[in-house]
């Protein structure tokens, strides 16, 4: 038991005491380097970690260890010892050096008598530094009279900056929260207005707090949202700290942070010569709705570093005795004998202890070496904050174990396996790692673990683990990293935008994508929130012109292979990328660019305009007829009779009915004019022969010159159809392209013109016509005869054999008659089949074979009814019916 015997042995003791960034820590880095051997303790395994680092990079890694509650990594000839202050030697381990960071947390309830002790008792063989604050050289000169004081200057100033929006915050700020969900409200804020923040909080593992702190440093975001952690020993390249509250609750009651307390935070802004500003948010406000503020005398205390000194550090027994249980607790509660020292207050690991004392467990807990055993149980920290009661609960199981000898491996590597889960929000992973952290320090008790090493490894990895998947949550909540690249690019010059255009059409931002480009129309990420897509749009239509320019000449240099002519325009990835404007003598067509091709620069523009007319020009080459067509319609020589039917066949789109075409008004002596364009005068149509083919066909359809329907390939023959496409007509129940109707037709008057030369002068004798022609070409006999009954011709039927007759029958025969004017009556459609016939005087028929002998309805050996066949026009339409569905639309 050492009471107040302080150890005065060693070499020289030296007290560097300051503010923050002063440079203290790198001072006892060096000054251990230079000796042979030393040994530094902090207060948090983050920094212990990161002296770690350092002084491997300088000395190398078998000769430096890090030891702390959780890990140890210690080479066999280690010399130089980073750890935490409570996993350091109490007396220094006998190194030439020895150094106490943060010397002025011995004024903490909870910790302060580890660091009390340490200040007291360990020294280095040669030299001794105890680094800390200012306010702590009345009570070393007390304790240690013969220390030498050394006051470092603050590199660089600190100056009050007042209050501020959280929007308006600098960039490199820190906003500082003292409650968890305080802390995920203003990360949540920043990532709304400014892209994301860093999230540091003493619940987070180191490893996450790492990584956090890298997120930071990196400069992938520029703000840091923490509690005050952040006041020590954070080394952040901050230059504004903004507090969100001014109060916190410290375990026992809700008070306002002391001048100190503020300083240590605030002080984090501003690192070696750069100078820092503290401030408050506006917005947060006290219960009583005041808004929070500095007083004059707090930021006097700040900028100046003058503050109240301590008068009393935190003392308990290092060393108590372990004779029995009520003996240790009188020890651990015994009262110091120095005026500058005061009894700490009951940490848990003795609340612990007093709690499991007074149940029958305790009664199990006898000898020095089993009470030394169930103290360092109850020494267990409480990673989970859980409380003293679950604390103490968790001790109990841990004792049941302990007291038999050692914890079996199966059972911790059980535990262990129970905490390997990477799903769940933040609040569950910090509780895992919570979890995982008591066990590693379990496991890196020397006589508590078989198998220790093994199941040290697996703890830590775990750990890891856990660290990278709570890191991943925070960053995917907190960070958008797209918009804090935005938030720092928006101010540049629209060219200087990193801004590029991938491959698969989406535009990026240093990976992070803003939108996509469809064709020549920019649109916004789909996955952006409301409050991102102003940024991103901006953002976009920045960079835009010089991405336009570039999706130009991509285009012209691919050679155009992926544009097409749809709905009379030219379309490219599926939109519209120009309206083509046809002129009426189909010569060189204007293209119209739609809006989204506005924001490409002029130059880039000319040159996609003519690549686009170049390739327009070969596009429309089978609509040269037309063009053929509508020349000679310009043509004052042509004449204006032979100028109105080329019109008229321009604007049917080069087939017209014959009734239509105004042939009245053409001279006979134009026909050889017109033939030499290409113009059929057939029986029933009129119409350009090259325009019927399935190029011209489609680039008029697909040019919005035609919109009756297409027929793609234009077959010969086609089924019936209420909408008839283009360049057909009807054939009874089956369609008929106009030139193939042509040619059965020219076959049937060569036919007629042959019977007439010998029959002389006979008046419209009868002929015979061999339908061969029209069925190899796919129509139905029913549906030719229909054909040629549109054309004047009428079938006449030959009477059937008498019966014993024998021999071939008489074939059929053919009139023709020209129509007239009162055989143009137009039936609704299906009129003629409510009667026997089908055509326009089929009843007056029907009832002239019923008077008639010898027509085919005799009976008695006088031959029997012939059978009915349809010979009527088409859909009982004669040759010069209107045929405007064949020209709709």
């Known amino acids: 038991m050492t009471r107040n015997n302080f150890n005065d042995s060693g070499g020289h003791v030296r007290a560097v005491l300051g503010p923050t960034n002063t440079g203290k820590t790198h001072l006892a880095i060096e000054r251990m380097c230079a000796h042979s051997s030393g040994m530094m303790g902090f207060p ?90 200012a306010t702590l050289e009345p009570l070393v000169r007390q304790l240690i009279p013969g220390a030498e004081m050394v006051e470092r200057p603050r590199f660089s100033t600190l100056t009050h900056a007042g209050s501020a ?44 707090r790492n990584k956090q702190v890298e997120l930071f440093q990196s400069g992938e975001v520029d703000y840091i949202v923490a509690t005050d952690a952040i006041g020590m020993g954070l080394n952040l390249d901050l230059q504004h700290v903004a507090f969100a509250a001014l109060t916190k609750f410290d375990g026992r009651r809700k008070r306002r942070l002391t001048p100190s307390e503020m300083a240590q935070i605030a002080g984090r802004a501003g690192r070696h010569q750069t100078d820092g500003s503290f401030g408050v948010l506006t917005g947060g406000g006290s219960r009583s709705g005041a808004p929070i503020e500095f007083s004059e005398e707090e930021i006097y205390a700040i ?75 109850c020494s267990l920290p409480d990673f989970r904050q859980l409380g003293v009661d679950p604390h103490a609960r968790f001790v109990a199981r841990l004792w049941q174990d302990l007291q038999q000898g050692y914890i079996g491996a199966d059972f911790v590597a059980a535990r262990i396996a129970e905490l390997d889960r990477m799903q769940g929000d933040i609040d569950t992973l910090q509780g895992r790692i919570a979890a995982i952290r008591s066990w590693a320090y379990i496991c890196q008790r020397p006589d508590w673990v078989l198998a220790r090493d093994e199941m040290a490894a697996r703890a830590r990895a775990v750990e890891a683990k856990l660290s990278d998947a709570l890191h991943a949550r925070l ?97 490219w990835q599926g939109r519209e990328l120009a309206r083509i404007v046809v002129p009426d003598d189909f010569a060189a067509p204007r293209l119209e660019f739609t809006r989204e091709t506005a924001a490409i620069p002029e130059d880039a523009k000319a040159r996609l305009e003519a690549g ?125 392209r106009v030139d193939l109707a042509e040619k059965i037709l020219r076959a049937a008057f060569e036919a007629r013109a042959k019977a007439n030369e010998k029959a002389g002068k006979e008046r419209n004798p009868r002929f015979s016509l061999d339908l061969s022609l029209p069925v190899s070409i796919g129509l139905e006999e029913d549906n030719a ?11 006449r039927r030959a009477r059937e054999l008498e019966e014993g007759a024998f021999g071939p029958a008489a074939p059929d025969s053919w009139t023709w008659r020209p129509r007239r004017a009162s055989d143009e009556r137009r039936p609704k459609r299906g009129e003629a089949r409510k009667g026997k016939g089908r055509g326009p005087q089929s009843g007056k028929r029907n009832a002239d074979a019923k008077r008639k002998p010898g027509r085919g309805n005799q009976k008695g050996g006088k031959g029997k009814p012939a059978p009915r066949h349809d010979t009527g026009p088409a859909r009982a339409r004669g040759a010069f019916d209107g045929l405007a569905d064949l020209l709709k639309g």
């Open 612 to 736: 686009l007319g170049n390739w327009l020009t070969v596009q429309l080459e089978p609509l040269a007829p037309l063009r053929k067509l509508a020349e000679a319609a310009n043509d004052p020589e042509a004449g204006s009779q032979a100028r109105a039917l080329l019109v008229t066949l321009i604007d049917a789109r080069g087939v017209v009915g014959r009734e239509k075409a105004g042939l009245e008004h053409l001279p006979k002596e134009m026909r050889p004019f017109l033939r030499k364009l290409g113009v059929t005068f057939g029986a029933l149509d009129i119409f350009a022969r090259d325009l019927l083919k399935p190029a011209p066909r489609q680039l008029l359809h697909k040019l919005a010159l035609d919109t009756r329907p297409l027929q793609e390939a234009m077959l010969p023959v086609l089924p019936e159809s209420d909408a008839i496409p283009a360049g057909y007509r009807l054939a009874g129940k089956q369609l008929i």
């Open 165 to 208: 929006k959280l929007s308006r915050l600098p960039r490199r700020s820190a906003v500082v929260a003292f409650s968890s969900e305080q802390v995920y409200a203003m990360a949540e804020a920043l990532r709304r207005f400014r892209g994301g923040a860093a999230v540091v909080m003493g619940a987070l593992s180191p490893e996450t």
């Open 44 to 133: 948090l395994r983050l920094l212990a970690r990161e002296v770690y680092d350092r002084v491997r990079a300088i000395k190398g890694d078998a000769q430096v260890a890090l030891i702390t509650g959780e890990e140890r990594i210690e080479p066999p000839d280690a010399r130089y010892f980073c750890c935490t202050a409570e996993a350091m030697d109490r007396l220094g381990g006998g190194h030439a050096f020895v150094a106490i960071d943060e010397a002025q947390i011995g004024a903490d309830p909870e910790r302060g008598h580890i660091f009390t002790d340490r200040l007291l008792n360990a020294r280095g063989r040669e030299e001794t530094m105890i680094l800390g604050s």
């Open 475 to 571: 960053t995917e909540r907190f960070v958008n990293r797209r918009t804090a690249i935005l938030m720092k690019s928006l101010g540049q010059d629209g060219g200087s935008l990193p801004v590029t255009l991938e491959p698969d059409d989406s535009l990026t931002v240093e990976g992070e994508t803003i939108g996509k480009l469809d064709g020549f129309r920019f649109s916004v990420d789909p996955d952006a929130g409301v409050a991102d897509r102003k940024m991103l749009l901006a953002a976009g239509e920045k960079a835009l012109p010089a991405i336009l320019a570039q999706r130009a000449d991509q285009l012209l240099a691919a050679g155009m292979e992926d544009l097409a002519i749809e709905g009379g325009a030219i379309v």
């Open 303 to 377: 900028e100046e570093h003058r503050f109240a000194p301590l008068t009393k550090l935190h003392w308990r027994e290092a060393e108590p005795r372990f004779d029995t249980l009520a003996t240790l607790m009188g020890d651990l509660e015994s009262r110091p004998e120095h005026e500058a020292l005061r009894a700490a207050p009951e940490a848990i690991d003795l609340a612990v202890l007093k709690r499991l004392a007074s149940e029958p467990i305790a009664q199990s807990v006898k000898g020095k070496g089993s009470v030394r055993r169930f103290w360092e149980a």
């Open 785 to 795: 005869r229909r054909l040629l009954g549109s054309a004047g011709f009428r079938l």
